[in-house]
């Protein structure tokens, strides 16, 4: 639990402390990742607006590290910081002020699916990508994004999965479509390409012309961003 109101950290960490929970207190961005380098944690509860390192700044520095389930917590005049937490790798956001039975809900959620997700990582390492909020489970053949699961066609999973295979490579149209329609580039492929590559962006991005994930290097092809 990571907030710099003290009253706040009591209050719900003796409120999951009833529910069965271990809690571990933080009050800013710097300490809570101190915390998370000494004790196993399962999920984080970050706020937003904090001293010496603040929430949205704690989760970028904790994902380059660490996949576990981060709820943010945010007033509800922050749509701003909403946002920008799920597109840095939060799993999902509370407005405040909560409610206690929706706040438990949402980490009972976030945990069932961590502990899924979690379970499947640790038996098949290299059966789930994963790169930021974006997650491919290659067996079950579903993707999620922000811990929602977006529904691709099969040549979309199948070009999203060779990106992220080999994160920040750039590969030519022609490339991508003989890697996934298993034929030869011999007319032109470019259009066929692009098409397929807007339709993943319009899915997997918030802002699909602004993409975060897939972009493209012109003149040569396109690339998927590492997080």
């Given at each position: 639990m990571?907030d710099?109101n ?10 999951l402390?009833?529910e069965g ?16 380098e000494?004790?196993?944690v ?5 706020d937003?607006?904090?001293p ?6 704690a989760?970028m520095?904790?994902r380059?590290?660490h996949?576990?389930?981060v709820?943010i917590l945010?007033a ?22 909560y409610?206690?039975a ?12 961590y ?7 640790k038996e098949?390492?290299?059966?789930l ?5 974006l997650?491919l489970?290659?067996?079950g053949?579903r993707?999620?994004?922000d811990?929602?699961e ?13 990106f992220?295979?080999?994160p920040?490579?750039v ?9 996934v329609?298993?034929e030869?580039?011999?007319l ?32 040569i ?7």
């Amino acid at each position: 639990m990571v907030d710099d109101n003290r009253e706040i950290v009591f209050s719900i960490s003796e409120l999951l402390k009833y529910e069965g929970y271990d809690v571990i207190a933080a009050y800013d961005g710097m300490e809570a990742l101190e915390q998370l380098e000494q004790h196993p944690v399962d999920l984080i509860l970050l706020d937003v607006m904090m001293p010496r390192l603040n929430g949205l700044s704690a989760l970028m520095k904790l994902r380059e590290k660490h996949r576990i389930p981060v709820i943010i917590l945010s007033a509800k005049t922050e749509e701003s910081d909403k946002v920008s937490g799920l597109t840095l790798g939060a799993d999902d956001y509370i407005s405040k002020p909560y409610h206690s039975a929706e706040l438990i809900a949402r980490i009972r959620a976030q945990l069932r699916r961590y502990h899924t997700w979690g379970n499947e990582k640790k038996e098949n390492t290299d059966q789930l990508l994963v790169n930021g909020g974006l997650r491919l489970d290659l067996p079950g053949k579903r993707c999620m994004v922000d811990g929602r699961e977006i529904r691709l066609t099969a040549k979309e999973f199948a070009i999203l999965q060779m990106f992220m295979e080999h994160p920040g490579q750039v590969f030519s149209a022609e490339q991508i479509y003989e890697h996934v329609w298993k034929e030869e580039a011999i007319l032109s492929v470019e259009n066929t390409v692009m098409v397929h590559i807007r339709h993943i962006r319009e899915k997997i991005e918030i802002d699909s012309k602004n993409p975060r994930y897939v972009k493209v290097v012109w003149g040569i092809g396109y690339k998927m961003e590492q997080f």
